[in-house]
């Protein structure tokens, strides 16, 4: 399996796995500071492939002259080149999710009737 060390790019993890997982034959496992890549039944995921992807993605973000992406063995590292920092993309939200299906609201009083709506249909 191939490790991702993502601790300087934290702000774009979930991000970057979603973008791995659309061009890689491979289930990306995000943990705390790093993506872990599972690969399908029978598929070999290339640490050279995954690194060129990782290189690919910061080039979109056009952060690629800010970050180094290095191999060894397994595990990919990113390390910093400058000292900016990462800022996130978008307004940051308060959304609410529902943690049984996945429903999204930015009202309080919304998702509270909405779960007790799961357990009334559920028989609890």
């Known amino acids: 399996m191939i490790s991702i060390e993502c601790s300087k790019i934290k702000e774009l993890q979930i991000e970057l796995a979603a973008y791995l997982s659309e061009k890689l ?3 990306p496992v995000v943990r705390t500071n790093d993506i872990v890549l599972d690969p399908l039944i029978e598929s070999q995921v290339n640490v ?13 973000h056009s952060i690629d ?7 060894n063995g397994d595990k990919i590292q990113i390390a910093t080149v400058s000292e900016r920092k990462l800022q996130k993309q978008g307004s940051e939200s308060n ?9 999204v609201t930015p009202y309080k009083e ?12 559920s028989g609890y």
Do not use: Q, S, W
């Open 110 to 121: 919304e998702l509270d009737v909405h779960v007790k709506i799961h357990y009334i249909f």
């Open 25 to 27: 034959p491979a289930v």
């Open 65 to 71: 002259n800010d970050f180094l992406v290095n191999v």
């Open 95 to 103: 959304l609410l999710t529902c943690p049984h299906c996945g429903m």
């Open 48 to 60: 050279e492939d995954a690194r060129v992807y990782v290189k690919t993605f910061l080039t979109r």
